[in-house]
């Protein structure tokens, strides 16, 4: 049995305005939310039962609360919450779940989605997951030797020294001793602007004598901003476009065509309307006589008569009239 942290206490500002009533984990991705896609894909490479599921967050409604104790219990884990009343760096916002750095631990940033096919080695002393990626000074990458451990941890390097990513997950087999390198860099002052970063705990860590592995993953997929989301949404579609209930068994559809890959919620309503390909409707949404391709609309929508496409519509929003692209968050109306 395993703890699993998630970190999930960042504004989300590259996903404005979506994010100014939705934390960026619950931006919905073919039909959930980028979590609950997260936590459906550690709960297959891990492949052992998790106990606990710590949420770092800040400032969460109750009703948010709600949601992620309900994805938790569905894995068969207890959910708890732990604040991070600043934002000092990822080793900080980690160190407040630090009931849960004890045994076996995997750390997972919240907005990254990811599939892999190789099952975690827990025999491992530290593993962490990396993607090859074209453009390393964008990222914080590692070097490795021969035996595939890590030698070195570089942030954004100037120079190329590896293509190899981190892309935000990582495996400790005893997470007291994450814990305990943590405390070290904070009470050495060991910091970046001010923020306390994982790189450097475990930068510590190797230096006292623990080995990482790595662990490939087959796609890496990035939810930082609209264009990103909406090309998570096309890939997770392609994914799922066989698994039963990407069109809910409640959607009323009127000479409409669907074009899949595409999801349609609950009590979505289709009226003389072309969707797809790539398109994800959340629930309770109506749509008539619009022709949408490749964008993202949740829930309790209206839309009339809209060409729409590469585009992210948030909840309670009405739209009527022609457009192509539109980004916009929750409670708008939009007549053109």
Same mark, same amino acid.
């Given at each position: 049995m395993l703890n699993l942290?998630?970190?999930?206490?960042?504004? %989300?500002?590259?996903?404005?305005?979506?994010?100014?009533? &939705?934390?960026?984990p619950l931006i919905p991705i073919a039909g959930k939310s980028i979590v609950e896609r997260l936590l459906e894909e550690i709960n297959l490479i891990y492949q052992g039962p998790i106990r606990h599921i710590g949420f770092i967050v800040k400032d969460l409604p109750t009703s948010i609360k709600s949601q992620l104790e309900k994805m938790t219990t569905e894995l068969g884990a207890q959910a708890h919450?732990? +604040?991070?009343?600043?934002?000092?760096?990822?080793?900080?916002?980690?160190?407040?779940?630090?009931?849960?750095?004890?045994?076996?631990?995997?750390?997972?940033?919240?907005?990254?989605?990811?599939? %892999?096919?190789?099952?975690?080695? $827990?025999?491992? +002393? %530290? $593993?962490?997951?990396?993607?090859?990626v074209k453009n390393p000074s964008s990222f914080g990458v590692i070097q490795v030797d021969s035996d595939n451990l890590i030698t070195d941890f570089v942030e954004k390097p100037t120079e190329f020294v590896s293509d190899l990513a981190i892309i935000g997950i990582y495996y400790l087999k005893k997470g007291e001793i994450l814990l305990q390198a943590i405390q070290h860099i904070?009470?050495?002052?060991?910091?970046?602007?001010?923020?306390?970063?994982? &790189?450097?705990?475990?930068?510590?860590?190797?230096?006292q004598g623990h080995q990482f592995s790595t662990q490939t993953i087959d796609e890496w997929l990035d939810c930082g901003n609209k264009e990103a989301c909406l090309h998570t949404n096309q890939r997770f579609l392609h994914f799922l476009q066989n698994t039963?209930?990407?069109?809910?068994?409640?959607?009323?559809?009127?000479?409409?065509?669907?074009?899949?890959?595409?999801?349609?919620?609950?009590?979505?309503?289709?009226?003389? &309307? $072309?969707?797809?390909?790539?398109?994800?409707? %959340?629930?309770?949404?109506?749509?008539?006589?619009?022709?949408?391709? *490749?964008?993202?609309?949740?829930?309790?929508? *209206?839309?009339?008569? $809209?060409?729409? &496409? *590469?585009?992210?519509?948030? *909840?309670?929003?009405?739209?009527?009239?022609?457009c192509t692209e539109i980004d916009t968050g929750d409670y708008n109306t939009i007549i053109f």
């Amino acid at each position: 049995m395993l703890n699993l942290i998630i970190p999930m206490a960042g504004k %989300g500002k590259r996903l404005l305005p979506h994010t100014l009533t &939705t934390p960026k984990p619950l931006i919905p991705i073919a039909g959930k939310s980028i979590v609950e896609r997260l936590l459906e894909e550690i709960n297959l490479i891990y492949q052992g039962p998790i106990r606990h599921i710590g949420f770092i967050v800040k400032d969460l409604p109750t009703s948010i609360k709600s949601q992620l104790e309900k994805m938790t219990t569905e894995l068969g884990a207890q959910a708890h919450f732990y +604040e991070q009343s600043e934002a000092l760096g990822t080793a900080h916002a980690i160190a407040c779940a630090a009931p849960l750095l004890q045994g076996p631990v995997i750390v997972a940033f919240s907005d990254t989605l990811f599939k %892999g096919s190789l099952p975690l080695d $827990v025999s491992k +002393e %530290g $593993v962490i997951w990396v993607n090859k990626v074209k453009n390393p000074s964008s990222f914080g990458v590692i070097q490795v030797d021969s035996d595939n451990l890590i030698t070195d941890f570089v942030e954004k390097p100037t120079e190329f020294v590896s293509d190899l990513a981190i892309i935000g997950i990582y495996y400790l087999k005893k997470g007291e001793i994450l814990l305990q390198a943590i405390q070290h860099i904070i009470d050495q002052q060991i910091c970046k602007g001010g923020e306390y970063q994982l &790189t450097s705990a475990l930068t510590y860590m190797q230096q006292q004598g623990h080995q990482f592995s790595t662990q490939t993953i087959d796609e890496w997929l990035d939810c930082g901003n609209k264009e990103a989301c909406l090309h998570t949404n096309q890939r997770f579609l392609h994914f799922l476009q066989n698994t039963k209930g990407m069109v809910a068994n409640s959607a009323e559809i009127y000479n409409s065509t669907i074009i899949p890959p595409v999801y349609i919620g609950e009590k979505v309503i289709l009226e003389h &309307t $072309v969707l797809g390909p790539y398109a994800s409707v %959340g629930h309770n949404t109506h749509i008539k006589g619009s022709r949408i391709t *490749n964008s993202i609309i949740q829930e309790h929508t *209206n839309i009339d008569k $809209v060409i729409l &496409t *590469n585009s992210m519509i948030g *909840n309670h929003v009405h739209i009527k009239g022609k457009c192509t692209e539109i980004d916009t968050g929750d409670y708008n109306t939009i007549i053109f």
